[in-house]
């Protein structure tokens, strides 16, 4: 079961500090003075500077990659288009072809027939 505290709180008066207390935000502390509140803002504002400076390197980064991207699937569809054109150009070469070897066939048929005819077989 919890006990009451053995520590004792000292009473503070409104006009009384402890040893430990923080000094007031508008009190110079011996350690701390307004050039090193001047270093610590610098040191932000570098760090922001180079912030600002990676992010912008990175916005430029990412639109380089999309205009590459934009200008890859362009040439993409250019080239598909091209291909395509040329199937077709083919598929209808190879019917031509395929035409030429049948009318090609039927007249050797036709050949072969009338010299087995003159040979007599």
Known sequence: MPTASTHSVPHETSDEKPDNAMP???LIDSGRG??????????????????????????????ARAQNRAETAAAMAV???EKDAEISRLRAEN???RESQGQVSDRLDSAIGRLQIALGN
Do not use: F
């Open 95 to 97: 019917r031509a072809l």
């Open 34 to 63: 307004a050039s090193s509140d001047n270093k610590d803002s610098n040191e932000l504002e570098r760090a922001r500077i180079r912030l600002d400076s990676a992010l912008d390197r990175l916005d430029a980064t990412l639109d």
């Open 24 to 26: 007031d935000d508008n």
């Open 79 to 81: 080239e598909k288009s």
